[in-house]
């Protein structure tokens, strides 16, 4: 299994920055893909950015520019800068990882608990 934890979130204004990071352990084989997503109150879950172990990255339309994905796979962590916040960025963001586990080896899809964002006018 893998847990993913999520820290950095937290209150900030308009035009602001954050960077949230997020750590896998547990057991596993290898992750081939880390990322993260994000809910906003009544509304579905959407990716915001996503890395895969080769280093192919993409984002969503709404944080293009804006966000930036990294990730380091000797440590299992994957962080979002966040710059110029909207307010329309105000969600909880989950962590997401694909690992391979024994004894199957097959990928599965791993989350974080989540860490609140909020950004004010």
């Known amino acids: 299994q893998v847990q993913l934890v999520e820290s950095g979130g937290g209150l900030v204004q308009a035009g602001g920055s954050l960077r949230l990071s997020c750590a896998a352990s547990g057991s596993f084989s290898s992750v081939s893909a880390m990322g993260w997503y994000r809910q906003a109150p009544g509304k579905q879950r959407e990716l915001v950015a996503t890395?895969?172990?080769?280093?192919?990255?993409n984002y969503a339309d709404s944080v293009k520019g804006r966000f930036t994905i990294s990730r380091d796979n000797a440590l299992y962590t994957v962080s979002l800068q966040m710059n110029s916040l909207k307010p329309e960025d105000t969600a909880v963001y989950y962590c997401?990882?694909?690992?391979?586990?024994?004894?199957?080896?097959?990928?599965?899809?791993?989350w974080g608990r989540g860490t609140q964002v909020t950004v004010s006018v």
């Open positions: 890395s895969t172990r080769g280093g192919s990255i």
């Open positions: 997401n990882a694909v690992a391979l586990v024994a004894p199957l080896y097959s990928p599965e899809n791993y």
